[in-house]
Every structure is written in C-alpha cells, then in structure tokens.
C-alpha cells in the first residue's frame, strides 16, 4: 500500500480522492437523465467535498504530479461545469419550447465552452508558475455554486426558467473575465 504514499504513483491517495469526485460526477449525470434531481445534488456536493480534500491531501503528504494536476482538472470540468450545467438544461428544458430551447441549448454549449477554457487557461498560468493570491475571473467551483443557486431559484419559482438561462450566460461570461476574485 506503499503507492498511497508516492508522488510518483498514478494512483497515490489525492488522486484516489479525485477519482471519487469523478466517480461522484458521472453519477450524478446519470441521475440528471432520469430527472432525479435531488439525487443528482447531493452527488455533485460529494464530489465538490472530495475535490477539497484531494487537494489538501495532496499538499499534506507532498503527493502533487503532473497526473493528478490534469485528473483534478478533469474532475473539476466534470464536477464543476458539465455537471450543474446538464442539471439547469434539464431542469428548465421542461418548461421551455421554440426559441427559448434553442437559447438555452446554445447558452449551456456557451457554459461547457467558457468552463473548459477557463480551466485549460487555469493550468497553463499554473505551469508557468502564475499563481498569484486571487483568481482572474470565476473560478468553475464558485460559477457552479451560482448555477445550483439559479436551479434553486428557478425550481421555487423565485426567478422564471428564462431569467435562469439568461443568468446562465453571465455566469458563463464571468468565467473567463477579468474580474478578481480572492484566493482562499
């Protein structure tokens, strides 16, 4: 059990915690397509624990590689964006027909775009040693706590679905912004 413990290991234990957050990820995708929404949550709220953990873990026990780096990244991808985005599309894509569809299929791609290029950038500023005390635009973990925040909102009808998607798109916006937001 000694490969828990390596750097060097694909499968040391940070990176183990990460595969739980994926694990959790997918999970909770398939939990989306069947419209098990509150299933889906607490899925994604796991996986959101395990990326905190794996991360701390990760510094603890000096077990950081370039493997873990791109799993994590994958895993927050998976987690952070495809996941609460996949959850609104779902959850409002009931309510909405004709044009108002085809905005919200076009502003989640928009969303899956925005998140993924913000976390490639993320990871090249990381490799060229860019990491400074606060993040430059959103970071994917908070765009999705104000995702869940609009399913929420959308699913106690305090805001209506469209208002849910348009919010979508400045989230979406807000990832590769230039606003600054501190680093924890």
Do not use: C
Not at 57 to 86: C, H, M, T, W
Not at 152 to 158: H, R
Request: proline share 3%; charged share 10%; hydrophobic share 55%.
């Amino acid at each position: 059990m000694s490969f828990l413990y390596k750097e060097s290991s694909h499968f040391n234990l940070a990176n183990l915690f990460t595969m739980v957050n994926i694990t959790a990820g997918l999970t909770a995708t398939y939990f989306i397509s069947k419209h098990s929404f509150a299933t889906a949550i607490i899925l994604a709220w796991i996986g959101g624990a395990f990326d905190i953990f794996d991360g701390k873990i990760a510094r603890k026990y000096n077990l950081s590689n370039e493997f873990g780096i791109q799993l994590d990244s994958f895993a927050d991808f998976l987690s952070f964006v495809l996941v609460p985005v996949f959850l609104i599309f779902e959850a409002v894509s009931l309510k909405l027909n004709g044009f108002m569809f085809i905005l919200a299929s076009v502003i989640s791609i928009y969303y899956v775009i925005s998140g993924l290029r913000r976390l490639i950038q993320f990871n090249i500023n990381a490799d060229a040693g860019q990491i400074e005390n606060f993040f430059t635009g959103v970071p994917t973990p908070l765009g999705a706590i104000l995702l869940w925040i609009m399913y929420l909102s959308d699913s106690y009808g305090i805001i209506p679905s469209y208002l849910a998607i348009v919010l979508m798109a400045v989230i979406a916006w807000s990832l590769n912004s230039k606003i600054k937001i501190p680093h924890p």
